[in-house]
């Protein structure tokens, strides 16, 4: 064997040159791996002070950019463990709104030092717990008046029965209004916030309980008159109702398909091929539209002074909420239907 060419393929096998293969053909080399540089990650500090006294109430250091307000507030509890992150309401200017769960930390109008303000919004209970207490309540109350149990209405009425047709068709009407919101909202409804303040039970409770209280002791009151039109008066009234509340269901069932499960997307509603659903060009919120009809058509049928109050109460508030949905519709979508009123078509 010549030497020098052992020499060469051990010199070469080190890196002094080509590596040779067994055709005496030079071995191709591997690319060399370039190592680019890591990017330096860039930490935002976040500061939240209270937004009545400016009290500084915490520091967060090497806060990832994507960090999202929730996350946020999930880090200011381990600081703050009454203010769990239901209660808190973190915002840009002390006066300012709230800032959205999902917003972004480096997609905020801040530096690399942002400065947060928060409010305590008090104790929180779910909307579920709310609205099925609220509900719930209202259907036991009417029943009670309904089967007249002692100490309402004097002890010779003690569980008797009320001779009209009205009454018994009003305490169908009532009870199934109320069980129809019960499922509604165990299975139909998608709620935007996970929690409302606790104080608001106290208020929904007295306003719904109170007026269902009202109402059934007229209505079911041994000297009860039926209504001044009789039959034809009932019947248009049942038609009315039973109308609407086909209606206020096939809205609520429209606008829950908008809304995947677990998310916050909101979408402009459109009419779909259910007719109850074509309100919906002209009206952003019918499904307070039928609710109100629904009302009213059961004032017509009891002709009782209680519940044409409550309609109206009911009609003047859920006009109030009707006005901020329409106007957040137009904030939010530019494309949305000029065409649309609030709550009452070409009129409110």
């Avoid at 997609?107 to 919004?121: I, M």
């Avoid at 009454?167 to 509604?184: D, M, P, T, W």
């Avoid at 309100?279 to 059961?298: D, K």
């Amino acid at each position: 064997m010549d030497l020098s060419v052992s020499v060469v393929s051990r010199e070469t096998s080190r890196g002094l040159g080509p590596v040779f293969g067994l055709n005496g053909l030079p071995r191709p080399m591997p690319p060399k791996t370039i190592r680019k540089p890591k990017k330096a990650v860039l930490f935002f500090e976040v500061e939240i002070l209270d937004a009545k006294t400016r009290e500084k109430l915490c520091f967060l250091d090497k806060v990832e950019p994507q960090a999202t307000i929730a996350e946020i507030k999930n880090l200011f509890t381990k600081s703050h463990p009454q203010w769990y992150p239901a209660r808190q309401s973190l915002r840009l200017d002390p006066k300012g709104k709230s800032l959205k769960d999902e917003d972004v930390l480096q997609k905020l109008p801040v530096g690399t030092t942002a400065t947060l303000y928060f409010r305590d919004l008090g104790a929180q209970i779910s909307w579920v717990t709310v609205f099925l207490t609220e509900y719930a309540g209202p259907l036991f109350i009417y029943l009670l008046f309904y089967f007249r149990v002692p100490f309402i209405y004097g002890h010779k009425y003690d569980f008797t029965s009320s001779r009209h047709t009205v009454v018994h068709l009003a305490c169908i009407c009532h009870s199934f209004h109320y069980i129809k919101r019960l499922l509604e909202t165990l299975f139909v409804h998608r709620f935007s916030h996970g929690t409302m303040p606790l104080r608001n039970i106290f208020k929904n409770c007295t306003y719904y309980w109170g007026f269902a209280a009202w109402m059934a002791y007229y209505i079911n009151h041994p000297l009860y008159t039926p209504p001044t039109y009789g039959a034809q008066q009932v019947k248009l009234a049942l038609a009315i109702f039973v109308i609407c509340q086909l209606g206020n269901f096939s809205i609520h069932m429209a606008l829950r398909d908008l809304r995947p499960a677990g998310s916050k997307t909101r979408k402009i509603p459109y009419p779909t091929k259910n007719p109850f659903t074509w309100l919906f060009l002209l009206v952003s919120c019918p499904n307070y539209t039928y609710e109100v009809g629904s009302w009213i058509g059961f004032a017509i049928m009891t002709q009782c002074l209680p519940v044409a109050l409550f309609s109206l109460v009911g009609f003047t508030q859920m006009t109030i909420w009707a006005k901020g949905k329409h106007r957040s519709y137009l904030r939010e979508f530019r494309d949305y239907p000029p065409l649309r009123m609030p709550i009452i078509p070409f009129l409110l």
